[in-house]
């Protein structure tokens, strides 16, 4: 019943830092199923955002292999959408040439699927605005369209939304779990929230810095939407907030 | 309270009136110097006071533009030098641009061209001159051949430039849409560098008009820099001064045209606009 989409398989990375090595990653073994939206959560510097970056092919030296359905991952590839924490759009493009890219916007099959996208992102009206005048949560949601536009397997998230504004980040949350239902992309995203990642997961991975390992795979079986403040939700931050080596003593409103 | 609101009025009124005639005493600052030299010089030529041979009087040189114009000589002589000037420069436009591309996207062409390039580069273009004639003779090739050497570095060091200051995280968004070299040049490369790009057609084209007076005044029977070298040995100052202000002219106008072109090309661009 379940697809394995994505394997990663005895994944490990060093960086040589002029005389020292440093393990980023250490034998990592994950895999991920088809309908599964996994968030990966760890103190900065444990290289989950490093195991992204191998995901998406962009680094290539490295230990272990990643398969994507039945291909090696052997370079990037638009099986494997990226949002990057900033929106890295084309400064001289306008929203609509964004999401198409290297596509022409004169076939109308393009140019419907775009025009779906900016409906999808709540863009109507800017699609031909440049992106200096857009502001970060409305970049980042056309980052998000020129992903989907690919029809990726894999969506590859890098704290997409650290950068924003908490009521824009709220916003962007509920629009992702949208386009994970409708579109029944994979979702990978790596994030230092952990409000964020129990408000969208369906599986949370918490790894260990120095070297770069996982910990603990929490499966969050909360029906969606879920709420934030709901008991089960306070139960499942504890639990990773544990598993990250806090006291539970730090977490203040947790109470019976 | 209402005689305030007047008396509000009225400065408004008052600064307004002041703008409008800051306006006009800026246009005259910048006028005055040039309007009063040639007012000073006309006077001093009337007068006798100037040497008549060595400065024409601005009427004279007007009046020998108006005789050149209508007898078609300027018109024939610049015909032949934009002709050499646009040659010269899309030929070392197009190779520099090319090169500057090329060198710019693949290290190991950089390593076998750019130090030979750089090394050519600080040679005065002027030490060239007697060995493209030697090489090339008088005629046309050797003259095209150094307007387009002095057009090729500008924009070949800009190009370079350009495409190395590319943001390795757009060339990542690149990758991952699987944009192919061909894309990855004509929709990443160059719209990113095209702010030096442009720089470099500026900096190309008043290398291209130096080096077109350079070649005219050296050896040419024909051309605007050919017309002011003939006036010169028959002490023709008039014409002289006729041929250095169609220079200016022609520089100023095509400096004129990139800057156009740069408003409308950089656009997307979110930068200080005093």
Known sequence: MMVATLQINKVSKTFNNESEKVHVLDNINLSVQQDEFLSVIGPSGCGKSTLLKLIAGLDLNYEGNIVLGTKEVIGPSKDRGFIFQEHRLFPWLTVEKNIAGNLSLKDPDTRKRVDNLITLVNLKGFEKAYPRQLSGGMSQRVAIARALLRNPEVLLLDEPFGALDAFTRSHLQEALLEIWKKNQTTMVLVTHDIDEAIFLSSRVVVMDSKPGRIKANVVIDLPYPRRRTSKSFQEFRTAILNHLDHKVEDVEDWSI | ?274
């Open chain 2, 1 to 274: 309270m209402s005689t305030q609101t007047i008396v509000q009025n009225k400065s408004i009124s008052i600064k307004k009136r002041n703008t409008n005639s800051k306006k006009g005493k800026i246009i005259f600052r910048g006028l005055f110097l040039p309007i009063a030299i040639i007012l000073l010089w006309q006077i001093l030529g009337s007068a006798g006071i100037l040497p008549a041979q060595l400065f024409s009087s601005p009427l004279l040189i007007l009046t020998s533009f108006l005789e050149l114009v209508q007898s078609g000589e300027l018109g024939a002589h610049l015909q032949i030098s934009l002709t050499r000037a646009l040659l010269g420069f899309s030929l070392g436009g197009f190779f520099g641009l090319l090169i500057g591309i090329i060198v710019g996207m693949n290290k190991k062409s950089e390593q076998y061209l750019n130090p030979t390039i750089q090394m050519l580069r600080t040679i005065p273009l002027l030490v060239i001159t007697p060995l493209f004639i030697m090489w090339f003779g008088f005629g046309e090739l050797s003259k095209v051949l150094l307007i387009a050497l002095g057009t090729f570095f500008p924009l070949y060091l800009q190009t370079f430039l350009g495409i190395r200051n590319v943001d390795q995280k757009l060339y990542d968004v690149a990758q991952i849409l699987e944009y192919n070299r061909l894309e990855k040049v004509t929709k990443l490369m160059i719209p990113a560098a095209l702010p030096n790009i442009l720089l470099g057609i500026r900096l190309g084209l008043s290398a291209a008009w130096m080096c077109l007076v350079v070649a005219e005044l050296l050896g040419a029977d024909q051309g605007v820099g050919f017309m002011i070298q003939d006036a010169r040995s028959f002490m023709q100052t008039d014409i002289v001064f006729v041929g250095i202000i169609i220079f200016a002219l022609a520089g100023k106008i095509s400096d004129s045209i990139v800057r156009f072109l740069e408003n409308r090309l950089l656009k997307w661009q979110d930068s200080f606009k005093a």
